[in-house]
């Protein structure tokens, strides 16, 4: 007799009598976590609509040898949640966005000066902070004298400091 028996459960539970139900019931887990749920199966409610099914998840190259992940935080969920809705919202509108062209470079006659404050307006946000380049556009040639320029103006007091200077 080389095939073991199984033992019967010890502990509160031991009263019910009751066999181990399912399909998994006695089985080893067929993924490489013992503790992942199971694989759903493909073509639910994840909206593909014409992509081909999935793998399953062993089937996937080398995961097998990779540690389990943490459990995600509230805060985690819910930048994964605004990254996904951004991917798709960018898909459904499938349009380019423009380029931002820097306007001192397109226009050469505009000059970078602490007493230009009209136009260093422009580089600031209402609570008197610098504009990065990736919002105003401005090329990293431009960008260093223009926030040297403005921290000049700042000295002067010709520009707000804090957002009170308004």
């Known amino acids: 007799m080389s095939e073991e028996t199984p033992k019967p459960p010890s502990g509160p539970a031991a009263g019910s009598a009751s066999p181990p139900s399912g399909p998994a019931a006695g089985s080893p887990p067929s993924g490489p976590r013992s503790g992942s749920p199971p694989s759903r199966p493909s073509g639910g409610s994840s909206g593909g609509g014409d992509r081909p099914p999935r793998p399953p998840r062993e089937d996937r190259g080398d995961r097998g040898d990779r540690p389990p992940r ?94 009170k200077h308004f």
């Open 70 to 163: 943490a459990p995600l935080t509230v805060k985690g969920r819910l930048r994964a949640a605004a990254r996904k809705k951004a991917r798709k919202s960018q898909k459904k509108k499938g349009m380019f966005q423009r380029r931002k062209v820097c306007r001192f470079c397109a226009d050469k006659n505009l000059s970078i000066s602490y007493k230009d404050v009209k136009t260093l307006r422009l580089f600031i946000t209402e609570t008197g902070k610098m504009t990065p380049r990736r919002i105003s556009g401005t090329c990293a040639k431009h960008q260093r004298p223009l926030a040297l320029e403005i921290k000049r103006a700042r000295q002067l007091a010709m520009l707000p400091t804090a957002p």
